[in-house]
């Protein structure tokens, strides 16, 4: 058993993750995947670059997988926000590697690009979505995508989000989800804002941190 199977992930997964060099899980990933598995909202304080995907995304490939159904037509059953296209990149290509071979659809919607493509790409409905917030809601205001049966819901950098003008996207987001759902939210720092969207978006949610707010991810290296 490796270390990631003692956070409740299956063998499978953990084999998988294996092959990509995830072995050892980073504080962040240790704190929040057992939490995540429970069923919990979560607000996880942790910097850009400590592995926050793998800490919402692994355990969130695994209970989508559990269930084994397939979406609706126009229906996303996850939704992973985040404030620009590159990250929503780099979410996306992660969890490519997560869901490897299995059923489960992952798909990413970004402004820059078609927005008929986009929509026609949603119709079939996707397991995992992930999107910047303004282009989401251009979908879901030309019913391309609906999020009523939306059953987890990510917010990734949402202090980036708030810094780069989405609060009002966010709250918009918020009215269209069912209130039965799984909320993780993970920020760098925690701007007095934060407090509203916390409010709106999670339910009696258990904290984890894994760094001082402020200091420099682990790996990352400043130089002056």
Same mark, same amino acid.
């Given at each position: /058993?490796?270390?990631?199977?003692?956070?409740?992930?299956?063998?499978?997964?953990?084999?998988?993750?294996?092959?990509?060099?995830?072995?050892?899980?980073?504080?962040?990933?240790?704190?929040?995947?057992?939490?995540?598995? %429970?069923?919990?909202?979560?607000?996880?304080?942790?910097?850009?670059?400590?592995?926050?995907?793998?800490?919402?995304?692994?355990?969130?490939?695994?209970?989508?997988?559990?269930?084994?159904?397939?979406?609706?037509?126009?229906?996303?059953?996850?939704?992973?926000?985040?404030?620009?296209?590159? @990250?929503?990149?780099?979410?996306? +290509?992660? @969890?490519?590697?997560?869901?490897?071979?299995?059923?489960?659809?992952?798909?990413?919607?970004?402004?820059?690009?078609?927005?008929?493509?986009?929509?026609?790409?949603?119709?079939?409905?996707? #397991?995992?979505?992930?999107?910047?917030?303004?282009?989401?809601? #251009?979908?879901?205001?030309?019913?391309?995508?609906?999020?009523? +049966?939306?059953?987890?819901?990510?917010? #990734? %950098?949402?202090?980036?989000?708030?810094? /780069?003008?989405?609060?009002?996207?966010?709250?918009?987001?918020?009215?269209?989800?069912?209130?039965?759902?799984?909320?993780?939210?993970?920020?760098?720092? /925690?701007?007095?804002? /934060?407090? +509203?969207?916390?409010?709106?978006?999670?339910?009696?949610?258990?904290?984890?941190?894994?760094?001082?707010?402020?200091?420099?991810? #682990?790996?990352?290296?400043?130089?002056?």
């Amino acid at each position: /058993m490796n270390y990631f199977q003692e956070l409740g992930l299956s063998e499978k997964l953990a084999e998988r993750i294996a092959e990509f060099g995830l072995k050892d899980p980073t504080p962040i990933q240790a704190k929040s995947i057992p939490s995540v598995l %429970e069923g919990r909202d979560l607000m996880g304080l942790a910097q850009t670059g400590t592995g926050k995907t793998a800490a919402f995304g692994l355990p969130l490939v695994q209970m989508l997988n559990a269930t084994g159904t397939k979406p609706t037509p126009k229906t996303a059953r996850a939704l992973i926000l985040a404030p620009t296209r590159e @990250l929503v990149r780099q979410i996306y +290509e992660n @969890l490519i590697k997560f869901v490897g071979k299995s059923h489960l659809k992952v798909s990413m919607v970004v402004g820059g690009q078609s927005l008929g493509a986009q929509s026609k790409r949603m119709e079939r409905g996707t #397991d995992i979505l992930v999107a910047t917030p303004g282009r989401l809601i #251009d979908l879901c205001d030309r019913r391309a995508i609906s999020l009523a +049966e939306t059953q987890f819901l990510v917010l #990734d %950098e949402a202090d980036q989000m708030l810094d /780069m003008g989405f609060i009002h996207a966010l709250r918009q987001i918020a009215k269209m989800l069912p209130e039965q759902r799984q909320t993780l939210l993970f920020s760098a720092t /925690m701007p007095k804002l /934060m407090s +509203e969207i916390a409010n709106s978006y999670l339910n009696d949610p258990i904290r984890v941190q894994a760094a001082p707010p402020g200091k420099v991810a #682990d790996k990352v290296t400043q130089v002056i």
